[in-house]
């Protein structure tokens, strides 16, 4: 039991679709992260919400678009990928204060997606 | 500049032999954390070990320690009597206050234990 759960675990999508991948926390913390992992690279940041305010979007293409209702669920909605986008897709949380730099990320267990 | 510099693409070592996986960081803030995560196959990235820039001592948890050398900003994770679950990609991070709730991580490395 991670604390964190992302549903689905894989996600097989043609380019034309809509999906969205969910995240759930259940360990009191308000920063909400997204991150995309594809082989042989490194993780890659996609967004950070803090206090539900997205406070960081690293040019990401306006294909993914974040949502975070509240602290404890995080979205990405998914439309009209490229195969390229087919990646490891991890949820991570953590504690988001300032004080709290010293706080350790909570992932989940990630979504395999597959763009076809 | 890279943040989290992992230079070992992968290791291979006996089982319960001890290995050393190697993380340096670059930072100018004064308060930072340095985190150590497990990847298996299933994907999940496991909490392993944290280090803080103030701490006078080296952490340790279990098997999992972490070798801080703070002037030289190497930030290694020691693990010792090696099973053959510790197979894995390990990810050395940084967070640092003034950057709050960004972590920085390293490429990472990929650790085979052999029988």
């Known amino acids: 039991e991670t604390g964190v759960t992302q549903t689905p675990r894989h996600l097989v999508m043609g380019m034309t679709n809509k999906k969205s991948l969910k995240c759930e926390q259940h360990?009191?913390?308000?920063?909400m992260y997204w991150y995309k992992q594809s082989a042989k690279k490194p993780l890659e940041l996609m967004f950070v919400?803090?206090?539900?305010?997205?406070?960081e979007n690293n040019s990401v293409p306006s294909r993914f678009s974040p949502e975070c209702p509240n602290s404890s669920h995080l979205f990405l909605h998914l439309h009209t990928l490229q195969p390229e986008d087919s990646a490891l897709y991890l949820c991570?949380?953590?504690?988001?204060?300032?004080?709290?730099?010293?706080?350790?990320?909570?992932f989940g267990q990630g979504t395999r997606l597959t763009v076809v | 500049a890279q943040k989290i510099t992992q230079t070992q693409p992968g290791m291979f070592v006996q089982e319960k032999e001890a290995v050393t996986l190697d993380c340096t960081y670059d930072?100018?803030?004064?308060?930072?954390?340095l985190f150590w995560y497990k990847q298996p196959s299933s994907g999940e990235m496991i909490f392993l070990i944290y280090q803080g820039s103030y701490d006078q001592q080296n952490a340790t948890e279990g098997r999992y320690s972490l070798n801080f050398q703070k002037a030289r900003k190497s930030a290694n994770l020691v693990i010792s009597a090696s099973q053959l679950g510790d197979s894995a990609m390990y990810f050395c991070a940084m967070r640092e206050m003034n950057t709050g709730n960004q972590f920085y991580f390293g490429t990472g490395t990929s650790l085979t234990v052999i029988p």
């Open positions: 919400y803090n206090f539900k305010e997205q406070t």
């Open positions: 930072t100018s803030d004064p308060s930072y954390g």
């Open positions: 991570a949380s953590s504690q988001g204060e300032t004080s709290m730099w010293a706080a350790e990320a909570f």
């Open positions: 360990l009191g913390h308000n920063a």
